[in-house]
């Protein structure tokens, strides 16, 4: 069992910048790719990025690919998403997830593991 929280979230301005933090419990945390997923109200819950176990190969949905960056502190337990040049249509609730395995996927079916949730908001 993993369990994830998410932190860091909040409200900025259009063109400002957030860090959401997802520290996990466990002491194999190494070894799970994790992802950043969110979901605005009335959608469905989307793709942001993903990174893999070694934290040696990212992947980003097109939209927000050059304004976020994800990394990740094995040795904290914890990974970052650092936010830039934000937009409104970033505002939705961002989630953690963890798979068991070294890949960084794309799709929500593939994560065995998710945190709560949190807001992110951005005034235009």
């Known amino acids: 069992q993993v369990q994830l929280v998410e932190s860091g979230g909040g409200l900025v301005q259009a063109g400002g910048s957030l860090r959401l933090s997802c520290a996990a419990s466990g002491r194999t945390f190494s070894s799970y790719a994790m992802g950043w997923f969110r979901q605005a109200p009335g959608k469905e819950r989307e793709f942001v990025a993903a990174i893999s176990a070694s934290g040696g190969v990212t992947n980003y949905a097109n939209s927000v690919k050059g304004r976020f960056t994800l990394f990740r502190d094995n040795a904290k337990n914890t990974m970052y998403l650092q936010m830039s040049s934000l937009k409104p249509e970033d505002a939705a609730v961002y989630y953690c997830?963890?798979?068991?395995?070294?890949?960084?996927?794309?799709?929500?079916?593939?994560?065995?593991?998710w945190g709560q949730g949190i807001q992110v908001t951005v005034s235009s």
């Open positions: 997830a963890a798979r068991q395995g070294l890949t960084p996927y794309s799709t929500v079916p593939q994560y065995d593991y």
